[in-house]
């Protein structure tokens, strides 16, 4: 169940998810340094929309996907706050696929697995670009990139992934129904 999961925060602390009961999240694996990384202004616009309607994000930095988040969680930090003015936590740095993921992100992916790309341009280049990394990628639940988004409702249910070529506003469409 999600609310018997933590994470770990940037400064070493545990973050139950305990403490999120009630309420409507939003966790998302990110980078500094990749393509999708804009997104961190509409994340920072939904959470100043719905924060005091109850709405938390838990922003998880990954650096499994191309390298994108090289810099340690203090610099991720800083980075955020200066270009996005993210009032939202950051949490430590973690793996989300593979032997070392965090057992949050092994429970999200087991409750909702991926579901495709979308159409689009963008939806397009990341088939092409993971058809190379994983032939199999259609066929397993593996978070496929940065800025995957899964939404979980006030009684800790996951109720959507969004992979990073989602519309944004989609995303933000999906908590507003739920707050």
Excluded at 61 to 71: L, S, T, V, Y
Excluded at 104 to 121: I, M, Q, S, T
Aim: proline share 4%; net charge negative; aromatic share 12%.
């Amino acid at each position: 169940m999600f609310y018997d999961l933590s994470v770990m925060a940037a400064d070493g602390s545990e973050v139950s998810m305990k403490d999120y009961e009630g309420k409507v999240v939003l966790v998302v694996n990110t980078a500094t340094g990749c393509g999708f990384t804009p997104h961190y202004k509409d994340l920072e616009a939904m959470y100043e929309k719905f924060h005091d309607q109850g709405f938390e994000i838990i922003d998880v930095p990954c650096n499994q996907f191309a390298g994108q988040a090289p810099e340690s969680d203090e610099e991720i930090h800083e980075f955020c706050q200066l270009k996005y003015h993210t009032q939202f936590p950051q949490m430590k740095k973690s793996d989300v696929n593979g032997e070392d993921a965090i057992e949050l992100f092994k429970f999200l992916k087991a409750e909702k697995g991926f579901e495709g790309f979308g159409k689009g341009p963008k939806a397009l280049a990341m088939s092409a670009l993971l058809k190379k990394m994983d032939k199999d990628y259609k066929n397993n639940p593996e978070i496929k990139w940065n800025f995957t988004k899964f939404i979980i409702d006030r009684k800790g249910e996951v109720v959507a992934r969004f992979e990073p070529t989602a519309d944004m506003k989609k995303v933000a469409e999906c908590v507003e129904k739920l707050i």
